[in-house]
């Protein structure tokens, strides 16, 4: 079984500060990791993926994230954060076979101080 | 490529009352997977369809609900007696690929309130 934890329901930051937002995973074998963006009223929207390759994975927006075996961790970064980055976000995790179901934290909500 | 499209996106009923909803997929998408979104919490998983069979059905999936897709394009989920636990937000996703370029690509969703 895959589960996802992401710590801090809520995040703070300040514009053009550093984004970090936190996910750790447990998989009974090597997951696939992602996180997505969603907006008020809208579906999610991909940010980035990791599927064994490379460990740090850039994606779009400005954002990446870097999986660390050691500490089962795959916590999302940006260097700057812009107003338009408030958002809710999502780490989720799956198996790289079957059915291909994804299983997500229970997302944690940017908010951008001007 | 018009993205995936659900409709209604906003359903308003009384405990008790069927629902249905519809997911179009992205064309050519010959996978679909419907997930549950309750307020605060992520998207928990429900079923999925490779073309038109349903190839799993999460425990979440009780015997009130039924879903879908008859021809391997568009997508019914049908909740019947509504309870106020059903309500929440239904998403519907969609791909192409497997593997390690399966991304699901994701509607707006369907935001059921049961009074």
């Known amino acids: 079984a895959q589960s996802v934890t992401q710590l801090g329901s809520h995040v703070s930051v300040s514009e053009g500060a550093l984004v970090l937002l936190r996910c750790n995973y447990s998989s009974s074998v090597p997951p696939y990791l992602f996180w997505y963006v969603q907006y008020p009223n809208q579906g999610l929207q991909l940010l980035l993926k990791y599927t064994s390759a490379a460990t740090l994975v850039k994606g779009i927006n400005g954002f990446e994230a870097e999986f660390k075996k050691s500490e089962t961790s795959f916590h999302l970064t940006k260097p700057s954060a812009h107003m338009s980055d408030a958002a809710e976000y999502f780490c989720a995790v799956r198996k790289p076979f079957g059915n291909e179901k994804l299983t997500f934290g229970t997302g944690t909500r940017l908010t951008i101080i001007p | 490529d018009t993205g995936v499209s659900q409709d209604p996106r906003h359903k308003i009923t009384k405990r008790g009352q069927n629902v249905t909803f519809r997911c179009d997929p992205i064309?050519?998408?010959?996978?679909l997977y419907w997930y549950r979104q309750t307020l605060g919490q992520g998207p928990e998983f429900l079923t999925y369809f490779q073309n038109e069979a349903q190839l799993e059905k999460s425990r979440l999936l009780s015997d009130r609900f039924s879903a879908e897709r008859p021809k391997g394009s568009f997508s019914t989920l049908e909740i019947q007696r509504t309870e106020q636990g059903d309500s929440a937000m239904y998403l519907c996703?969609?791909?192409?690929?497997?593997?390690?370029?399966?991304?699901?690509?994701f509607g707006p969703g369907t935001r059921l309130t049961v009074l």
């Open positions: 996703a969609s791909s192409s690929r497997q593997g390690e370029d399966n991304e699901q690509f």
């Open positions: 064309s050519e998408h010959n996978r």
